[in-house]
Each structure stands twice: as structure tokens, then as C-alpha cells.
């Protein structure tokens, strides 16, 4: 029997997204899902699947929840690839390593709100095509630049050859460029080996499961239920508007309710039975998202 919620799913490195959340739906028997924020195929961390009806909430969760974004990664200096990470092709190389003193004081003309040019290697959007489809048929293609937000960024320490950094970010921001930008403000280059999300839109990693522990249950027959949030996950900071029987026949089938109240959106119940997200306008309850 097919599921609603949400899993909080731990991805792995070499996943597509959208392919980690179709099999996380194939367990949950249902073709119908989503996913908040796309992680490269070779980053790891937090990766929120709508599942079923809780799709439908994927708007709302998104303008619920801040925007802001945070990950671990790490780069080596010295050479560069056509995606800016280590499953590219190598286009340039010169061997330069900076010093750390360096390193650490160019961090600062990167926090706050900068303009980044994403990777050539991205989903952005170049007149109607994904740029990753025109670079991988070798297409010239010119990504313009973008205002983002950098909250923190911080310079970890240097395991052998990889470099450690932690970031908060806004929605939007590629790890890759941040990464090629730390390099050639130190006048060198640089090619990024781990990517780990471990926040999203108020979702957090220590909360996450992986793929493979899901599947092991699944093919053991054990119940997934405990993994699996309720469809109203996320919604936290929406008020609550309850409804009796009667007018929750009535909203159901389009119907306005007179509640009173305040303006704006509310998450919408019987009793302990979530409906669906509506808003008040001039008093009135009106349907917007119903499960």
C-alpha cells in the first residue's frame, strides 16, 4: 500500500538525486515523490523526499523553513576540472599550493552578499537548456553571474592533500564555486574532493537514514513506518486552524469557512487529522494545498 511523509535521507556519494528519491519511493510503494534541494551526484547529507501527498507541501515547506543551507567540503589546490570536482576531466594544472595565513585571509571578501558565477557543469538555466546539457556536448556557453549570500564560512584545517572548510549559505550557492573563488583570490587553483550537506531548509543530517539501511529493511520485511515523518513535517511555524466536522466536509470541496483571525496561511486540521494547508483572507479559510 502506497505511503505519505517524508524521509530524511542521508545520500550517498555517486546518486543522483532524483534517483535516490525514486527508490526511496519504490519502497514506499508510490511513483509520486520530491525532493527540497538537488545535491551533486559526488555530495553526500541531508536530502529531504516527499513521498505521496507530501509533495504537496513542498512549496510550503520551502517558504517555511530558512533558506539557508550548510555544508562541509573539502579541495585540493593545484589543479582544476571541468566540473570543479574530482570526477571531471583535468583542464589546468600548476602545482601552486598557498599558505594557510593565506588562505584564511581571503575567507572574508567571500561572507556576505557577493555575485557567484555557477559552475559551467550545473543545472542553471542558458536560453532554455540546463548548462550541463550544453557543456557535455561541448556546447560555448557563458553563465552570467548572481547575487547569493554567504552567513559563514570558515577554514577547518588540511588533512594530507584535501583542505577543510565548513559554509552557511544561501539557497542557490554552489559549493563548486566557492571553492574555485577561495583559489583564485589566493592566485591558485583548485578542484573540490567532498561535498557533505548537513543542513537544508531546517532539516538536519543527525535526524537522516541512509538508502541502503531503508532497502536492508525493506527486503527483511521490517517496518519503515518510524523513518517515515508525517506529511505535516516542516510545517511547524504555520498556525494551526482547526475544524469541525461539518466545515471540514465543506473546505474539503472548495467551501470558504468564516474563522476570523488574522491574515495569512495556516495548517489546517480535524481534530488530530492534518488537511491540508489553506489561508485566511478577510476572515474566510480558503483551500490552498488539500491532502
Known amino acids: 500500500m502506497a505511503q505519505s511523509g517524508w524521509i530524511i535521507l542521508d545520500k550517498e556519494s555517486g546518486l543522483f538525486s532524483r534517483t ?11 511513483k509520486k515523490f520530491g525532493h ?9 547529507g541531508v536530502l529531504p523526499i516527499a513521498i505521496g501527498d507530501a509533495t504537496k507541501m513542498i512549496p510550503f515547506v520551502e517558504a517555511t523553513n530558512p533558506h539557508t543551507k550548510e555544508y562541509l567540503f573539502s579541495l585540493q589546490f593545484g589543479f582544476e576540472t571541468d ?3 574530482i570526477t571531471g576531466r583535468e583542464i589546468a594544472r600548476d602545482d601552486f599550493i598557498p599558505s594557510q595565513n593565506v588562505v584564511r585571509a581571503v575567507i572574508p571578501n ?3 552578499k557577493i555575485m557567484q558565477t555557477p559552475p559551467l557543469y550545473s543545472a542553471v538555466h542558458v536560453d532554455g537548456r540546463r548548462a550541463y546539457d550544453i557543456a ?15 552567513f559563514d564560512l570558515e577554514f577547518c584545517g588540511v588533512r594530507g592533500k584535501s583542505w577543510d572548510f565548513r559554509v552557511r549559505c544561501s539557497r542557490g550557492t554552489y559549493v563548486r564555486s566557492i ?3 577561495i583559489a583564485k583570490m589566493c592566485g591558485a587553483m583548485a578542484t573540490v574532493d567532498m561535498i557533505r550537506r548537513t543542513q537544508t531548509n531546517g532539516f538536519d543530517v543527525k535526524d537522516a537514514v541512509k538508502l541502503d539501511f531503508l532497502e536492508n529493511l525493506f527486503n527483511n ?9 508525517p506529511i505535516d513535517f516542516g510545517l511547524g511555524d504555520i498556525p494551526v486552524q482547526n475544524l469541525g466536522d461539518k466545515d471540514t466536509e465543506f473546505y474539503k470541496n472548495g467551501g470558504f469557512i468564516n474563522v476570523g ?10 481534530g488530530e487529522i492534518f488537511i491540508g494547508i489553506g489561508t485566511i483572507v478577510d476572515g474566510k479559510l480558503r483551500p490552498k494545498r488539500t491532502i
Not at 36 to 44: C, E, F, S, V, Y
Not at 221 to 229: A, D, F, M, V
Not at 261 to 270: A, D, E, L, Q
Open 20 to 30: 535516490a528519491g525514486g527508490r526511496v519511493a519504490r519502497i514506499l510503494g508510490t
Open 36 to 44: 527540497i534541494g538537488t545535491l551533486d551526484p559526488m555530495a553526500t
Open 83 to 85: 566540473t570543479l570536482d
Open 110 to 112: 567571500l561572507i556576505g
Open 136 to 150: 557535455r556536448q561541448g556546447g560555448a556557453i557563458e553563465i552570467p553571474p548572481r547575487e547569493i549570500e554567504i
Open 179 to 181: 571553492a574555485r573563488d
Open 221 to 229: 520485511s521490517r517496518n519503515l513506518g518510524q523513518y517515515l515523518k
Open 261 to 270: 483571525g488574522n491574515s495569512g496561511p495556516r495548517r489546517v486540521y480535524n
